[in-house]
């Protein structure tokens, strides 16, 4: 059961690049997120999904773009790397926010440093 | 706004019991949930309190007063494995109920 998979695992990228987070679930969940983790700090919401087709803005959503064409792929897009995107990024899943024991599932990790 | 505070860092014995606080600032408030990371891991859900009370899971309980706007974690037994960040998440009613976080609470198991 593979649960939340995320690719690449770490990667580094020069100011001006562009790359593609990836990111996949096979829970059949509805709900998708992606969060940024400076050291130090807690989760900030970047970008989240209520299903396919269906996309919205977090808390930090300059410099990124998302897309939710499948219930199971969400991938995550840089277009203009900063150093200031430099950060640990988590996707996770949930199955809705209706169950009284919702809990978020969440990949291991894209370490992303911009130089 | 949403808005969540908890302690930086807390310190403690192996075998002690520990409680990490959570307070909260949120409209349409749903639930409170926790979740432990271990350095350079992926979060891992915890407990989850939408009703006021104690919810127990082995050594971990968690618990609500949503009078307060308050809950805790409360962890029994230490075990140097439980040396981790936890957090804390609101998933509130304003916008599309997606969990917040803390900053997290840093938990240092000594022997």
């Known amino acids: 059961n593979a649960g939340v998979t995320q690719t690449p695992k770490f990667r580094i990228l020069k100011i001006g690049q562009s790359m593609t987070l990836q990111c996949t679930q096979d829970?059949?969940?509805?709900?998708m997120y992606w969060y940024r983790q400076d050291p130090g700090m807690g989760l900030k919401l970047i970008y989240y999904?209520?299903?396919?087709?269906?996309?919205d803005k977090g808390e930090v959503p300059n410099g990124y773009n998302v897309s939710r064409s499948t219930t199971e792929d969400f991938p995550l897009r840089l277009e203009l790397a900063a150093p200031s995107q430099t950060s640990v990024y988590f996707c996770?899943?949930?199955?809705?926010?209706?169950?009284?024991?919702?809990?978020?599932?969440f990949g291991q990790g894209t370490r992303l440093t911009v130089v | 706004g949403q808005s969540l505070e908890q302690p930086s860092e807390v310190t403690a014995v192996e075998g002690a019991i520990v409680q990490i606080n959570c307070t909260y600032q949120?409209?349409?408030?749903?639930?409170l949930s926790w979740y432990q990371q271990h350095d350079g891991g992926a979060p891992t859900f915890l407990s989850y309190?939408?009703?006021?009370g104690l919810e127990e899971t082995g050594r971990f309980s968690s618990f609500l007063s949503r009078s307060d706007s308050y809950g805790y974690l409360l962890l029994q037994e230490l075990q140097m494995k439980d040396s981790a960040s936890y957090f804390c998440?609101?998933?509130?009613?304003?916008?599309?109920?997606?969990?917040?976080f803390g900053r997290g609470t840093s938990l240092i198991v000594h022997p």
């Open positions: 996770a899943s949930s199955l809705s926010q209706f169950d009284m024991n919702t809990e978020a599932f």
């Open positions: 829970m059949n969940h509805n709900y």
């Open positions: 999904s209520v299903g396919a087709g269906i996309t």
């Open positions: 949120t409209s349409g408030f749903y639930g």
């Open positions: 309190n939408a009703l006021d």
């Open positions: 998440a609101v998933r509130s009613s304003g916008g599309s109920y997606i969990p917040t």
